[in-house]
C-alpha cells in the first residue's frame, strides 16, 4: 500500500511557538523566564553577526525590517551564528502610531515567538518592548514575565514631540526595574525615571558611525 504524504505549508512558522503558552485575545507567545541573562557589554546589529570577531556582545535587531526579515521566516537557519554570541534582544518588528492594530499585533507576536524559539535552543533572550500609541498597550507588553529586564530602542521614535511623549508613557506604563536603551536618552523622556528605573545605554549604529566619521 502506498503512503500519501501529506506536506503542509507552515507559512507562519508554528514550530516557533510549539510547547509556549498562549496569553492575552491576540494570542501572544510567552517568553521563559529569563534566568541565563546578563546586562549585554555591548550590542551588535544583527547585519553584521557574521563578520564580527567580538562574539561577547548580545545581537539586536534595530535596523531596517528587511535586514532581519529572513530571521523571521527561517529562524532554524540562524540558530548556528546567534549561538556564538552571549545572547540575543528579540526582534524589533516596525510600529508605528497610525499602522494597522492587526499587523501590530502580528509584529509583536513574531517578536516574542522568535524570542521564545531562541530561547529553547538554550539562547539567553532579552526581550525588546516596541510600542506605538495607546492603543497597542492592550498587547505590546504581553509575553513577557513581569519585573524581567527589557531593551528598547530610541533610534528613529523619537523625532517630533508626540513620539516623545508617547515613549515616556509607554516607559511609564510597564515600568521596569532594569531597561536596556538602545540611542539618545534625552532628559525631558528619561528623567523622570532616574532612580526608579536602573538603565543601561548604548550608542546605535549611526551614533558609532558619526563619531567615527568626524573623529
Known amino acids: 500500500m502506498r503512503v500519501r504524504k501529506t506536506i503542509f505549508d507552515d507559512g507562519f512558522q508554528s514550530y516557533l511557538t510549539e510547547s509556549a503558552t498562549i496569553v492575552g485575545d491576540p494570542g501572544i507567545p510567552m517568553l521563559m523566564k529569563l534566568n541565563n541573562v546578563q546586562v549585554p557589554r555591548d550590542m551588535i546589529p544583527f547585519s553584521k553577526a557574521t563578520i564580527c570577531k567580538n562574539?561577547?556582545?548580545?545581537?539586536?535587531f534595530y535596523q531596517h525590517d528587511k535586514e532581519f526579515s529572513r530571521v523571521l521566516t527561517a529562524t532554524t537557519r540562524y540558530l548556528d551564528v546567534l549561538k556564538q554570541y552571549d545572547g540575543v534582544i528579540t526582534p524589533d518588528c516596525t510600529m508605528m502610531i497610525g499602522q494597522s492594530q492587526?499587523?501590530?499585533?502580528?509584529?509583536?507576536?513574531?517578536?516574542?515567538?522568535v524570542g521564545f524559539y531562541l530561547q529553547k535552543h538554550g539562547i539567553p533572550v532579552i526581550p525588546n518592548i516596541r510600542w506605538s500609541d495607546e492603543a497597542s498597550f492592550a498587547y505590546c507588553f504581553l509575553g513577557v514575565h513581569p519585573g524581567s529586564m527589557v531593551a528598547v530602542s530610541t533610534h528613529g521614535c523619537i523625532a517630533t514631540k508626540q513620539q516623545k511623549d508617547m515613549f515616556r508613557i509607554g516607559l511609564e506604563a510597564i515600568c521596569p526595574p532594569?531597561?536596556?536603551?538602545?540611542?539618545?536618552?534625552?532628559?525631558?523622556?528619561?528623567?523622570?525615571?532616574?532612580?526608579?528605573?536602573?538603565?543601561?545605554?548604548?550608542?546605535?549604529?549611526?551614533?558609532?558611525?558619526?563619531?567615527?566619521?568626524?573623529?
Open 178 to 215: 532594569v531597561v536596556l536603551v538602545h540611542g539618545y536618552m534625552p532628559d525631558e523622556i528619561f528623567k523622570p525615571f532616574r532612580g526608579q528605573i536602573e538603565f543601561y545605554r548604548y550608542a546605535s549604529e549611526f551614533e558609532r558611525t558619526h563619531k567615527k566619521e568626524g573623529a
Open 102 to 113: 492587526c499587523l501590530q499585533q502580528a509584529n509583536t507576536y513574531m517578536n516574542r515567538a
Open 55 to 60: 562574539k561577547r556582545q548580545y545581537i539586536h
